[in-house]
């Protein structure tokens, strides 16, 4: 079976077992109302939704290379994708919860980290974006110059996440909604060859895990 057919049949699963016609309608007529925003990478091996067993109408999900939130910029002249999502979810949508959940063996941080290597005449949009986290590239080079790539990745993947938790704070309307205890944001690390999920602590800056 090729692999598009495989997601038609399932999608006839979906239809006939998942989803009753009266839920479908509810969504489709009281409109969305999830109280979570989940910024993830789009990498194919990590998809919020299913990791978390979430429902139709319970998650409202950004998906982008490294899973990255840039700092606030509202330049009228630059195209905004993240930071317009991020401003209909909480503007309109009023959600409670940001979630930025990164992830093992990424490849955008891959090449953040091996930003010497990459093509970048190649690869012209990676290398702005995935600068973003110029910062966590730059403290794992000076801390842990002698250690294997691999850990480098999860050691900048992790720092990474900090600093689009820290630039969500940049922006005005979510700032103003975290000092009236409107809105949470958490950061979450999501391990591939284990599956093991792990949230940060924010008061010890280590992440722990949710099956201890």
């Not at 038609?8 to 006939?16: D, P, R």
């Not at 509810?26 to 990478?41: N, T, W």
């Not at 930003?115 to 000076?142: C, L, M, T």
């Amino acid at each position: 079976m090729r692999r598009i057919d495989k997601l038609i049949e399932g999608y006839k699963e979906f239809h006939t077992q998942s989803y009753s016609e009266d839920y479908l309608k509810k969504l489709a007529e009281e409109g969305q109302s999830p109280e979570v925003l989940v910024i993830a990478c789009s990498d194919s091996r990590v998809d919020p939704s299913i990791i978390t067993k979430a429902q139709l109408g319970e998650i409202f999900v950004i998906r982008n290379v490294a899973n990255l939130v840039p700092p606030y910029s509202p330049a009228k002249d630059e195209y905004h994708g993240t930071s317009a999502a991020i401003e209909f979810a909480v503007k309109h949508l009023n959600i409670r919860h940001i979630v930025v959940m990164g992830h093992s063996r990424c490849a955008g941080i891959r090449a953040l980290v091996m930003h010497d290597e990459i093509d970048h005449d190649e690869y012209s949009f990676i290398r702005p974006w995935v600068n973003i986290a110029k910062g966590a590239r730059d403290k794992i080079q000076h801390d842990m110059s002698e250690e294997p790539l691999e850990n480098k990745m999860h050691a900048c993947a992790k720092e990474s996440l900090k600093i689009s938790l820290k630039n969500l704070q940049t922006f005005p309307w979510i700032k103003e909604r975290i000092n009236k205890n409107e809105l949470a944001i958490h950061g979450w690390y999501f391990n591939l060859r284990s599956g093991i999920l792990t949230i940060l602590n924010k008061e010890t800056g280590e992440f722990e895990k949710v099956i201890p």
